[in-house]
């Protein structure tokens, strides 16, 4: 029985997060580029590029200025300010951290502070590609937050700092960015000297609350092998199909009758109250395919509690990545309702890295049913997380940043 009802979630989930362009195309906010997006607000924005040593091309966008500033930075860049690379989560990308505008995300809120904003692209998004494999090569979608951790994220990093000319910048994480993070520490702790300190919103680390379900998938369904089986390269579908569900399940505007959300909400938590309809179809359209390994080496941290290394598979041995190869300050921060990456997991993480001496605090948004998804989609994340963040970042590097 909950098995079936899992299995519904799981198709349901797989098709809301999978739905693209073409149903909503008409609506011009939905698929801009991201650079588009944030000249269209007022910003300065430049677009990097960085190749991984393992030849995946990223693009990477830059905010060197906030909104008033521009007119005099626009040239000089951003040279000589603080600055900020920003990672984004599973099925995400640059775009998250300004899809919901000046006055609420983060990108933005960051700018108009004074600070010099990157965000940063993992591999798998559209503003990826690899020197020689095309999206329709299997060795393409070979990879989890390990190689974003491995490759992608230092790739960054050193190209902030080579253009930047500083020599240290401050590392923000959302849920799989700050996977990406400690995967990163794990396998290449020289970047310990290259970062400032670390922000963590909804650090995906411990997920044991998720245990159930990937059991569920990868060891009673076996589902991944079964698709992969099929001939699908990774988490993404076809377009009419997804057109067809966006339509049937994804158009009511209230709880009563929303499909679409209930789903979502009962992985990620609910909050109702900092929903924005208007967001729905914008979320859905500009979500990005997943790999099935990321989803799998999740399912293994998950079934397993530990924070383990793919190594040799799903069912392979367990090969904890080295938290305490992390030396810079770790700022927590988590959602009272977030069901994927709960609190309990955090509080684990928490306590490790306070007995290494790097957790510089932790702290639950006050919205009593802030959930995972709120960290970037909620209607008053800018009251409610972001714009008291941006104290916390100018203390971080007032306190840490010894040029
Ligand atoms: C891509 O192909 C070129 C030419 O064969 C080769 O030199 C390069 O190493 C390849 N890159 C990767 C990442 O395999
Ligand atoms: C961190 O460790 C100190 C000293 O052992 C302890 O007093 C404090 O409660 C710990 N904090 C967390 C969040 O675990």
């Not at 300065?44 to 909104?67: C, F, L, N, S, W």
């Not at 020197?131 to 329709?136: A, E, G, H, K, S």
């Amino acid at each position: 029985m909950c098995g079936v009802v899992l299995f519904k979630v799981f198709i349901m989930l797989s098709a809301f997060t999978l739905i693209t362009e073409a149903q909503y195309s008409r609506k011009d906010n939905m698929d801009a580029p991201v650079p588009k997006l944030i000249t269209a607000n007022g910003y300065p924005v430049e677009k990097h590029r960085v190749t991984t040593e393992d030849g995946y091309h990223i693009q990477m966008h830059r905010i060197p200025a906030g909104r008033r500033t521009a007119r005099r930075t626009v040239g000089s860049g951003g040279k000589g300010k603080r600055a900020v690379l920003m990672v984004h989560g599973l099925v995400g990308s640059s775009g998250d951290f300004v899809i919901m505008g000046p006055k609420n995300s983060l990108s933005y809120i960051l700018a108009d502070a004074g600070y010099d904003v990157w965000l940063g692209n993992l591999r798998g998004n559209i503003y990826t590609s690899h020197q020689n494999l095309t999206r329709n090569d299997p060795a393409f979608w070979d990879y989890s937050f390990h190689e974003h951790g491995k490759y992608d994220a230092p790739a960054m990093i050193d190209k902030v700092l080579k253009v930047t000319g500083l020599s240290k910048i401050l590392y923000i994480g959302y849920s799989m960015g700050t996977t990406t993070f400690f995967t990163m520490m794990s396998q290449k702790p020289e970047y310990n000297d290259k970062l400032i300190a670390f922000v963590a919103l909804a650090p995906a680390v411990y997920v044991d609350n998720m245990k159930e379900i990937a059991t569920f998938f990868l060891k009673s369904m076996d589902i991944i092998t079964t698709l992969r089986q099929r001939g699908m390269l990774a988490l993404g579908f076809k377009q009419d199909v997804m057109d067809f569900v966006a339509e049937s399940f994804c158009t009511a505007r209230n709880p009563e009758s929303d499909v679409c959300m209930r789903i979502m909400y009962s992985i990620v938590g609910e909050d109702y109250e900092q929903h924005d309809w208007d967001m729905t179809p914008i979320f859905i359209a500009r979500a990005q395919p997943a790999s099935w390994k990321q989803l799998e080496h999740f399912g293994k941290i998950a079934m397993t509690s530990v924070f383990t290394e793919w190594a040799d598979g799903l069912w392979g041995a367990l090969k904890p990545y080295r938290l305490d190869n992390v030396k810079i300050p770790v700022s927590l921060f988590y959602g009272l309702n977030d069901r994927l990456t709960e609190k309990s997991g955090i509080l684990r993480l928490a306590a490790e890295l306070n007995e290494t001496g790097v957790l510089h605090s932790i702290k639950g948004c006050n919205w009593p049913k802030f959930n995972h998804l709120d960290f970037v989609f909620a209607k008053n994340v800018g009251k409610l997380v972001n714009r008291p963040l941006v104290g916390h970042i100018d203390e971080l590097h007032n306190k840490y940043y010894v040029q």
